[in-house]
């Protein structure tokens, strides 16, 4: 059937120009390529799926059920919490959701340990400070203090022992620390900075 034509005239003395309506068309019935051809050495392997990704434990108390890398979620928690304390941007109370109870008040004791020796570091001058050396008062790094490398190595099933290397100013600190199972979640039952030297007892 031939397609509709109709005649516009555009101006008084323009001449007539026909528009034509665009015909129907329909998508072919299947594909009609050819098969792409085989690449020469090409093995016949299946396609793999992607792997699922593990499911993030709710909360932020380092619950961890079996699974690989349940601890190494654990211990990335504690570290760069440990790290946001160090530098002030947490209290020391917020270690309690990961560490064992039994174990609280020394990890307490050294977290404020650390945090005086990280107050006691020369001030370095910052890049782009109105005064070389000048940082926010009451922060012993101006929020620089963050997780590097974190290492892990078990000790026995349930048991970890972690190295994490710490970016403060001027440097690294290495911490250590140690997790255990508890039922259904890691808890920290011990932590060093190594380096900061304990407060004197009074």
């Known amino acids: 059937m031939p397609a509709a034509r109709t005649a516009v005239r555009i101006g008084p003395s323009a001449a007539p120009v026909r528009i034509r309506r665009v015909p129907r068309t329909?998508?072919?019935?299947?594909?009609?390529?050819?098969?792409?051809?085989?690449?020469?050495?090409q093995l016949p392997l299946a396609a793999a799926g992607?792997?699922?990704?593990?499911?993030?434990?709710?909360?932020?108390?380092?619950?961890?059920?079996?699974?690989?890398?349940?601890?190494?979620?654990a211990a990335w928690r504690f570290a760069t919490r440990y790290a946001e304390?160090?530098?002030?941007?947490?209290?020391?109370?917020?270690?309690?959701?990961?560490?064992?109870?039994?174990?609280?008040?020394?990890?307490?004791?050294?977290?404020?340990?650390?945090?005086?020796?990280?107050?006691?570091?020369?001030?370095?001058?910052?890049?782009?400070?109105?005064?070389a050396g000048r940082r926010p008062a009451g922060r012993p790094g101006g929020g620089r203090v963050r997780l590097a490398s974190l290492h892990l190595s078990t000790v026995r099933p349930g048991v970890v022992e972690v190295a994490a290397t710490l970016a403060v100013p001027g440097g690294a600190r290495a911490l250590a620390f140690r997790l255990e199972?508890?039922?259904?979640?890691?808890?920290?039952?011990?932590?060093?900075?190594?380096?900061a030297t304990p407060r004197p007892t009074p």
């Open 85 to 131: 304390i160090l530098d002030e941007r947490r209290p020391a109370g917020h270690l309690a959701p990961v560490a064992d109870p039994a174990a609280l008040p020394g990890l307490l004791a050294a977290a404020l340990d650390g945090r005086a020796h990280l107050r006691a570091l020369p001030r370095l001058p910052r890049p782009g400070a109105g005064r």
């Open 181 to 195: 199972r508890r039922g259904e979640a890691w808890r920290a039952t011990a932590a060093e900075l190594i380096g």
């Open 50 to 73: 992607r792997p699922a990704a593990a499911a993030r434990p709710a909360g932020d108390g380092a619950a961890a059920g079996p699974g690989v890398g349940a601890e190494r979620l």
């Open 26 to 41: 329909e998508p072919p019935y299947a594909d009609t390529r050819a098969p792409a051809p085989d690449v020469p050495g």
